[in-house]
């Protein structure tokens, strides 16, 4: 499966607030450049994916972490 730490990023990218997405991406690395373009893409996500969408990736996700090759 996914590591915890990516397993909770994607899941804070998909459905969390920017304000707590950023707080974890902190909690790993805190470059201005960094934390600048994590908020760039979580804004483009939150007002470009739909509901439908963000499903569909999660649904990935999920397979993904069930494959016994993962």
Same mark, same amino acid.
């Given at each position: @499966?996914?590591? /915890?730490?990516?397993? =909770? =990023?994607?899941?804070?990218?998909?459905? @969390?607030?920017?304000?707590?997405y950023?707080?974890?991406?902190?909690?790993?690395?805190n470059?201005?450049?960094?934390?600048?373009?994590?908020?760039?893409?979580?804004?483009c996500?939150?007002?470009?994916?739909?509901?439908?969408? =963000?499903?569909?990736?999660?649904?990935?996700?999920?397979?993904?972490?069930?494959? /016994?090759?993962?």
């Open positions: @499966g996914l590591c /915890p730490a990516l397993d =909770k =990023k994607v899941e804070l990218f998909l459905h @969390g607030s920017l304000e707590n950023l707080d974890h991406v902190k909690s790993y690395n470059n201005d450049a960094v934390l600048q373009e994590a908020e760039n893409i979580k804004q996500a939150d007002s470009r994916l739909t509901d439908e969408d =963000k499903a569909h990736i999660a649904a990935l996700i999920e397979r993904i972490k069930a494959s /016994p090759s993962c």
